[in-house]
């Protein structure tokens, strides 16, 4: 085991430092990875963050994403109680663990007592599900008028569209963003990363914080209401696509973009390179790097728009170049005459980095018994304060770990109000033998 350095903080203004929403409490109704990203988000700024787990489910569905984590590394399946598996160990850090039936009044009526005590509550149900459990933003209120209440849905808790699924694919084939990646004639490009699941959580936690501040000017909480659609669509709109087709420039263009040109990315014989370079400055220096600086006075590349109606010649001329140079060569020549350029990177060799480790951009997951082992890194919070901190060291809990202590120390229930409820099967923890004995079924 190896643990990358951690973020220095000693050189931040001001000596006790805390985190912005520390004494803050958040439920968490969430499940996947949309809502809890929003959640993860929020522990990491110092929220105490209420996981609430469904028990006929084993908890959150990502504690069954393979692979998992044991005393013997990476699996692909689970081979043990102790087991954990990598998206929990990710997006449950920070979080304390209940479980808690919702389709029972009793269970209902302790998420009732948790509100009370609560600043926001997350979740992401499908749309109307809460409402059907009495459960919505409409009944909370009543229990507590503060409470921030933000739903994260496929197409938005409001729209009347419950029932289309919402998968991260579903919404980038409805964005449009599909089809702006690629050649003119390929066929759609899904995001590699699950964007439209991590766009999503982004604006909800915006919405959210600036709930909580209206919420502590005034007193009354309210719906924060984020769609997956609307909100990668809203990314897709920030570039004008129609307006671009209208002039003449493809919504597709591969591995270059002939409007901002010299701009894309390059092969050489070891790697890849990405280039950019739309100004006249760092157009110069491209050219000077690629040993035709007497392009500098032609017609055809002295100006921006000269070099956007040439991009095709352009790109070409740089292509060549490219190909009879390493990855390093062909950097360097780039670097020393001021041109914008990097490797194209493997997300292994990404994580990596000491700059975005050092500042705890990205920092190692941790499995609450068998500890880190080497290779497995996990986002981090990427904002660095400087009279605050962020943390996202606490490894993630067991199903249902914090269940007595939230009941007893939170809520105040007795010891035989809680042994009452547990029997009942309303609150509780899966117990690991019961766990151990499924494995072996």
């Avoid at 996981?51 to 692979?67: F, I, L, Q, T, Y």
């Avoid at 590394?73 to 990710?90: H, I, P, T």
């Avoid at 941790?366 to 990427?382: A, I, N, Q």
Wanted: aromatic residues 4%.
């Amino acid at each position: 085991m190896a643990t990358p350095p951690i973020a220095d903080s000693s050189d931040r203004i001001g000596v006790n430092m805390s985190r912005p929403l520390e004494g803050k409490t958040v439920i968490d109704l969430t499940s996947a990875l949309a809502g809890p990203y929003a959640t993860l988000l929020l522990a990491g700024l110092g929220a105490r963050v209420i996981k609430v787990e469904n028990p006929a489910r084993g908890g959150d569905s990502s504690r069954n994403n393979s692979p998992y984590v044991g005393s013997d590394g990476l699996s692909l399946r689970r081979r043990s109680a102790d087991d954990m598996s990598v998206s929990m160990m990710l997006r449950g850090r920070g979080k304390q663990s209940i479980v808690l039936d919702l389709k029972r009044p009793e269970g209902r009526e302790v998420l009732r007592d948790l509100v009370r005590h609560a600043d926001v509550l997350v979740e992401n149900y499908s749309s109307g599900v809460t409402g059907r459990l009495g459960i919505d933003f409409v009944a909370l209120r009543e229990v507590n008028p503060r409470l921030v209440y933000t739903s994260i849905s496929g197409f938005g808790a409001t729209s009347g569209q419950g029932d289309r699924k919402a998968m991260d694919t579903i919404i980038q084939a409805l964005s449009g963003v599909m089809l702006t990646a690629g050649e003119p004639n390929d066929p759609p490009v899904r995001f590699g990363l699950p964007i439209g699941d991590l766009v999503a959580p982004l604006f909800a936690v915006i919405g959210t914080l600036a709930a909580v501040l209206v919420a502590e000017r005034t007193g009354e909480g309210q719906h924060v209401d984020v769609s997956m659609l609307g909100a990668l669509t809203s990314l897709v709109a920030c570039e004008p696509f129609d307006a671009l087709e209208s002039v003449g420039f493809p919504l597709r263009t591969g591995a270059h973009v002939p409007r901002l040109a010299p701009f894309g990315t390059f092969a050489t014989k070891d790697g890849w390179f990405a280039l950019c370079a739309p100004t006249d400055q760092f157009a110069a220096g491209v050219l000077e790097a690629i040993g035709r600086p007497d392009l500098l006075d032609s017609d055809d590349f002295r100006t921006r728009d000269a070099r956007v109606a040439n991009a095709d010649r352009l790109h070409g001329l740089i292509a060549g170049w490219a190909a009879e140079r390493t990855q390093a060569e062909a950097l360097a020549a780039l670097e020393a005459h001021g041109a914008p350029a990097a490797a194209v990177r493997t997300t292994a060799e990404a994580v990596r980095d000491p700059l975005v480790v050092a500042r705890g951009e990205v920092v190692p997951l941790v499995h609450p018994r068998f500890g880190h082992f080497d290779g497995l890194y996990g986002s981090g919070l990427p904002i660095v304060f400087s009279r605050s901190t962020t943390d996202l060291s606490t490894p993630a809990p067991g199903l249902g770990e914090h269940t007595d202590a939230v009941l007893r120390d939170l809520l105040g229930y007795t010891p035989d109000r809680i042994a009452e409820l547990e029997d009942a099967g309303v609150v509780g923890r899966r117990p690991l033998d019961d766990l151990a004995t499924s494995l072996r079924a």
